[in-house]
């Protein structure tokens, strides 16, 4: 057992029974967990009196004069785990997250274990540990490469990116990445941070480490099309702003795709499709959302602590394709090449390398400069 420290963080809204219960299956945790941050968003249903009431000294209580949204208490709670507390980890979760007693405990080791890991989550199942899988909470694999990671006791699957329902990293990640996108309010934060990790070191999800996600519906995702509750429909409209960024920090075709997506699949669908509900306002949603993430781009912001220089993945793949062009990469190549290359080790081969180096370097200097 390693002696590494872990802060659980939960962000509430007006949920005050499942924090009880979500609270209560953090600090049963078995192993490694040192603080549990509290962050509630201007909650008025008792939330700020029960949690004056706890007198456990690992429990770390935020009252926001403001309801900060999802996003904006993610970036609250990481700022204060970064700041304020010295451990090592840091785990993320929502108030309808019920975590199993040793769901900690398989994240930690599965980290410590492995080289090269960006972050964790867990597998999350709905209502109930016998339950479905929860949907809106399974991430995609990245393609072939989970192989890797099969062959221990405490399996994971390398997955693209991760939502905030049980997620961990480290505080050195932090310090390379900067902060959850508190701008994004509500959906999709998660996607963005966990991208930006995934571009310095891959993720995994931890097949040992079991959640429970007691979420009202278990639905897909974003699903516009088949959402049927109207005080729902003004997410709609952060989740298509949000996602065009979102793709538009992988790379710029990614967003052109996303924003052709949502207007060649989701807006037919909603104005055509037989039974769908409240077409127009979700058509407004779709466009309104798609219009704005074209030109929504908020600063990274970074915690006050020591910033790490990052070395990106995907940097690196693109520079080596310019500079190797009749090159055909391999999935064993690639893997080669991700573990050993360095950007400079790309210079002087290409002028489209070196062109692409040099305006990546121009960028990486400019939001160091602008976070400051």
Not at 11 to 20: D, E, F, G, M, S
């Amino acid at each position: 057992m390693t002696n590494k420290k872990v802060t659980a963080a939960i962000v509430t809204y007006n949920r005050l029974a499942l924090l009880k219960e979500s609270l209560q299956a953090v600090l049963d945790q078995t192993d490694y967990l040192s603080h549990v941050i509290v962050v509630n968003n201007k909650s008025n249903d008792g939330t700020a009196e029960y949690l004056a009431t706890i007198e456990d000294p690992r429990v770390v209580v935020y009252n926001s004069p403001d309801n900060l949204g999802g996003a904006g208490g993610f970036n609250k709670a990481v700022r204060l785990f970064a700041e304020e507390l010295d451990d090592n980890y840091v785990w993320l979760m929502d108030d309808d997250t019920i975590v199993e007693p040793d769901a900690l405990k398989y994240l930690v080791e599965f980290m410590e274990e492995n080289e090269n890991v960006g972050f964790v989550n867990s597998v999350v199942r709905w209502g109930s540990r016998n339950g479905n899988p929860s949907w809106m909470n399974v991430p995609a694999p990245r393609g072939f490469t989970w192989q890797s990671h099969l062959n221990v006791e405490n399996n994971g699957i390398e997955v693209v990116n991760s939502t905030f329902v049980s997620v961990m990293f480290s505080r050195d990640m932090v310090a390379m990445v900067g902060l959850p996108q508190k701008e994004y309010f509500i959906w999709g934060d998660d996607m963005e941070y966990t991208n930006r990790i995934a571009d310095v070191n891959r993720g995994y999800t931890v097949l040992n480490s079991i959640v429970v996600h007691k979420s009202k519906e278990n639905s897909m995702p974003g699903d516009v099309i088949r959402e049927k509750d109207e005080s729902r429909l003004w997410r709609y409209g952060y989740e298509f702003r949000n996602r065009i960024l979102t793709g538009r920090r992988i790379n710029k075709r990614d967003a052109k795709n996303l924003a052709k997506g949502a207007f060649r699949y989701e807006l037919p669908r909603v104005l055509l499709k037989r039974n769908v509900k409240f077409r127009i306002k979700k058509a407004k949603m779709i466009i309104g959302g798609v219009f704005r993430g074209l030109s929504f781009n908020p600063q990274i912001e970074y915690a006050n602590i020591p910033r790490k220089q990052k070395r990106s993945i995907n940097a690196i793949l693109r520079a080596y394709q310019l500079a190797n062009p009749e090159e055909r990469v391999t999935l064993d190549r690639e893997i080669e090449i991700i573990k050993s290359i360095q950007l400079d080790d790309l210079k002087g081969i290409t002028n489209k390398a070196d062109k692409f180096i040099a305006n990546y370097e121009r960028e990486q200097a400019k939001a160091q400069q602008d976070s400051k």
